[in-house]
């Protein structure tokens, strides 16, 4: 069922299909925060209410022009300045194929650069988030040369990756922030760890080693054995809970948020909208194949 999804997601004629259905948004609203900008600051100040910090993800990846990268781009920007008119202190996470990554590296370089000097300039920074494998070399390229020019980037790496374990050494030496996340992606054997247990096993031990020598590391998952883990090995070095936040997506266990925020730890969720939702929208599927049926369910019950 997850491979299908995976597969799913990247057909271009579903994608069409889907995010001009009229009835998509029925069944998008808990995991999509809405198509505009101004539903995402409502959610972001929404969540600011509860304590709880927020990252803006305008869903959108692999743009075929750099008109659409710089529009992007341009899409970010506003995002950055609505952020600070409003003062939210939430960040934004970008994908580098959405800033132009596949067409022009120069280019892409060019339009992060942009985004970093623009969210310096209203008091936050960017996440680039990881796309599949074949982009990790010249994204953690571009995040740490951006790290040394403004040094307001987070990198973010995937503990189903074979290679993660020395990607996050090379990190903590540069004082590059890390985001740490399980990895959502179909990846081949030989580059991925394919076992759950696997994974897990991984994800424990870059925990313990970025509250070791990470700089204000972020646990992305809602995994609640791997934040119990996390919990644990902040207590071990005595680190206060400023050091270190979590991370979930809109929408996904909620409890789980709100738990974290009475025990007195950082969250940050992130947020994401647009009419590009369907390759994120697949991927939420195929984490947790429930989804599918719930989702089928309130289809036929519409
Ligand atoms: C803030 C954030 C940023 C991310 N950024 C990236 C990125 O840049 N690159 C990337 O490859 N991946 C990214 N991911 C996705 C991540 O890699 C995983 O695919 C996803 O978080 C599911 O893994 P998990 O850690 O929650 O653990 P899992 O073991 O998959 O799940 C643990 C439990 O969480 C709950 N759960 C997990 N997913 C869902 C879901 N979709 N619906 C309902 N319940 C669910 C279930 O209760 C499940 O039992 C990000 C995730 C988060 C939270």
New binding site residues.
């Given amino acids: 069922m997850r491979t299908l999804l995976l597969y799913l997601s990247h057909r271009p004629w579903l994608r069409n299909w889907m995010q001009n259905s009229h009835a998509a948004s029925r069944f998008t609203r808990r995991f999509i925060a809405g198509r505009t900008l101004d539903h995402a600051l409502e959610a972001c100040a929404r969540l600011k209410s509860e304590n709880i910090a927020a ?1 803006l993800d305008r869903l959108g990846e692999n743009v075929t022009s750099l008109a659409e990268a710089e529009a992007s781009r341009d899409a970010y920007l506003n995002a950055l300045r609505g952020i600070a008119e409003r003062q939210l202190g939430a960040t934004v996470s970008v994908k580098l194929t959405q800033l132009g990554l596949d067409i022009s590296e120069p280019h892409c370089r060019e339009n992060v650069r942009m985004l970093a000097e623009c969210a310096g300039q209203t008091g936050t920074r960017i996440e680039i ?3 599949s494998s074949e982009y990790v070399e010249r994204t953690l390229g571009i995040v740490t040369s951006q790290h040394t020019a403004t040094g307001n980037v987070r990198a ?1 790496i ?1 503990a189903y990756l074979h290679r993660s374990g020395e990607d996050v050494d090379m990190l903590c030496r540069e004082k590059v922030p890390v ?1 740490l ?5 179909a990846e081949p054997h030989g580059v991925a760890i394919a076992d ?1 247990q696997g994974v897990d096993a991984n994800y424990s031990r870059l925990i313990r080693k970025l509250m070791a020598d990470g700089v204000h590391p972020a646990f ?4 609640e054995k ?1 934040i119990r883990e996390a919990i644990a090995a902040a207590r071990q070095r005595n680190l206060p809970p400023e050091a270190f936040e979590f ?3 809109y929408g ?2 909620r409890d789980l948020q709100r738990e974290l925020v009475r025990e007195g730890f950082r969250l940050r969720i ?1 947020v994401p909208f647009g009419d590009a939702w369907y390759p994120y929208f697949m ?2 599927l195929a ?2 194949p429930a ?1 599918v049926w719930f989702l089928l369910k309130n289809l036929l019950k519409a």
Avoid: F, S
Avoid at 181 to 185: D, E, L, M
């Fill in positions: 990252t988030d990881m796309e973010v995937q985001r996340c399980k990895g959502a992606y759950k992305a998952t809602h995994d791997m991370q979930m997506l996904i266990r992130y991927r939420r984490e947790r989804n």
